[in-house]
């Protein structure tokens, strides 16, 4: 396929560089490029990262309890006195 494109400096002296050390042609030379940047490994290893992480006791819920968690999500939702609302006419069925 024969296309035009526009090179930036940088570009144009790789191709240049990678023409000269493998005898290559203009065309060959951007398609060796071209590969080694689809191929190249853009992803980062984990140790790369660092999260710093604090100790915030103990829960405050129970998580085995979904009653326990459903309440909260009430009360984080609705306020508190819908939820108190909520567990009175639970505790009236």
Do not use: C
């Not at 590969?35 to 999260?51: E, F, K, Q, V």
């Not at 710093?52 to 508190?80: C, I, K, M, N, W």
């Amino acid at each position: 396929m024969r296309t035009t494109v526009t090179l930036d400096d940088d570009v144009l002296l790789e191709i240049d560089r990678i023409r000269a050390g493998e005898r290559l042609g203009l065309s060959d030379a951007l398609n060796t490029l071209a590969r080694r940047g689809i191929g190249a490994d853009t992803r980062h290893d984990a140790a790369d990262y660092s999260l710093p992480t604090f100790h915030l006791g103990a829960s405050r819920l129970d998580l085995q309890s979904t009653g326990e968690l459903l309440d909260y999500l009430d009360e984080v939702d609705f306020g508190e006195a819908k939820t108190k609302a909520h567990k009175k006419a639970r505790k009236n069925k």
